[in-house]
């Protein structure tokens, strides 16, 4: 069993930058893969990053390449979600998920956090 909690989510003008933090309790953080998800209002949730438990290999959704960097630190059972360049479209709610791999979609993700709100003003 494996407990997240985002946080780091927040309101910042377009153009700016956050950082989300997802903790992890419970056992074998290391063993999983670890994605960041994301539903804005109406929509359905939809991938947004994923990095493998070695952080070696890593994916991300074409919509925030370039902008949006997912990183994790296995000592402190942290995964990162760095966020540059924010657009109003970037607002959403987001999740992190552990899962058995970065190439899996959502049904593949195991635990789910309660989720941080990212808010971005035009």
């Known amino acids: 069993q494996v407990q997240l909690v985002e946080s780091g989510g927040g309101l910042v003008q377009a153009g700016g930058s956050l950082r989300l933090s997802c903790a992890a309790s419970?056992?074998?953080?290391?063993?999983?893969?670890m994605g960041w998800f994301r539903q804005a209002p109406g929509k359905e949730r939809e991938f947004v990053a994923a990095?493998?438990?070695?952080?070696?290999?890593?994916r991300s959704a074409d919509s925030v390449k370039g902008r949006f960097t997912i990183s994790r630190d296995n000592a402190k059972n942290t995964v990162y979600l760095q966020m540059n360049s924010l657009k109003p479209e970037d607002t959403a709610v987001y999740y992190c998920a552990a899962g058995r791999n970065i190439y899996g979609d959502q049904h593949d993700y195991l635990y789910w956090g309660q989720g941080t709100q990212v808010t971005v003003s035009s």
């Open positions: 990095i493998n438990w070695s952080s070696y290999n890593t």
């Open positions: 419970g056992r074998a953080f290391s063993s999983y893969a």
